[in-house]
């Protein structure tokens, strides 16, 4: 026999997500489309190494439109979470608090020091009194995760609704992917060292692409040609303990869908 819980509110808050998810990426190729991103910049070539660096100069976006859309999809997805707790409360004849909710923890120690454990709740924790669902709980934890469980989707969700609620909206940045073309009238290239892509980056700083080498260190007419193909990203800074978190705009479909298997997870408990 299940519990036949009620799923209904987290699947409405799931839909919402969704929308927003949609108005995120229809409102983001459309900035794309009007503002100018970026410019090349190039150093003076070292008369002594012949070294030139590139630089790409980002264009300064002020309306926070996006990074707004961004925080509701994301409130939607932490609501349709925290939505699976009341069902379970009814289900074991608990009084449902304004502190309980879905736990999202990056380690198993503080999961299991703070939530508890697969069996059994903490009896101050965000769980405390549920007597079911909690293996399933603790098997979408970022730390069961393949791989790095800061990049699991939960924790994404977790860091992203945190900032969004408490302390600021994300940043958002167009990151460079790949090689654009650089161009010269005259000039003998004999080596480059260019980045492939970029990681590490500060919104609105300048961006160090890499550098390449003449001999003789002579050229003219410089260029890059080509547009450069870019990458959507927003980004909550460090806070405390947990690190920097960037978030790709092609991601946020797989965060949402990432969501609702968590969602699907209790229909037949």
């Not at 502190?99 to 769980?127: M, N, Q, R």
């Amino acid at each position: 026999m299940t519990l036949d819980l009620d799923l209904g509110p987290s699947k409405a808050k799931l839909a919402r997500a969704r929308e927003h998810a949609e108005a995120l990426k229809r409102e983001a190729t459309k900035r794309i489309g009007q503002e100018t991103t970026h410019a090349v910049e190039f150093s003076p070539i070292d008369p002594q190494t012949g070294w030139c660096s590139i630089t790409l100069i980002p264009q300064k976006i002020e309306e926070p439109r996006l990074q707004v859309i961004l925080g509701d999809v994301i409130h939607n997805l932490r609501c349709a979470l925290d939505y699976l707790i009341p069902p379970l409360i009814a289900a074991s004849n608990a009084k449902l608090s304004t502190t309980h909710e879905f736990p999202i923890k990056l380690g198993e120690g503080d999961y299991a020091a703070k939530v508890g454990s697969k069996i059994v709740a903490k009896g101050k924790g965000p769980l405390r009194h549920v007597v079911h669902g909690l293996s399933v709980v603790e098997a979408w934890q970022p730390y069961n995760a393949k791989g790095d469980p800061e990049t699991d989707p939960l924790w994404g969700v977790h860091r992203f609704s945190n900032a969004d609620k408490h302390r600021q909206l994300a940043t958002f940045g167009l990151v460079p992917l790949g090689r654009f073309e650089i161009k010269w009238d005259s000039g003998i290239k004999v080596e480059d060292d260019i980045v492939e892509e970029i990681n590490d980056w500060e919104v609105d700083h300048d961006i160090p692409v890499g550098r390449i080498r003449f001999d003789p260190p002579y050229v003219t007419n410089l260029r890059a040609v080509g547009r450069v193909k870019l990458d959507i990203r927003f980004i909550t800074p460090r806070f405390g303990k947990e690190n920097k978190l960037a978030l790709k705009l092609a991601s946020v479909d797989g965060v949402v869908d990432h969501v609702a298997k968590v969602v699907d997870s209790f229909r037949d408990l």
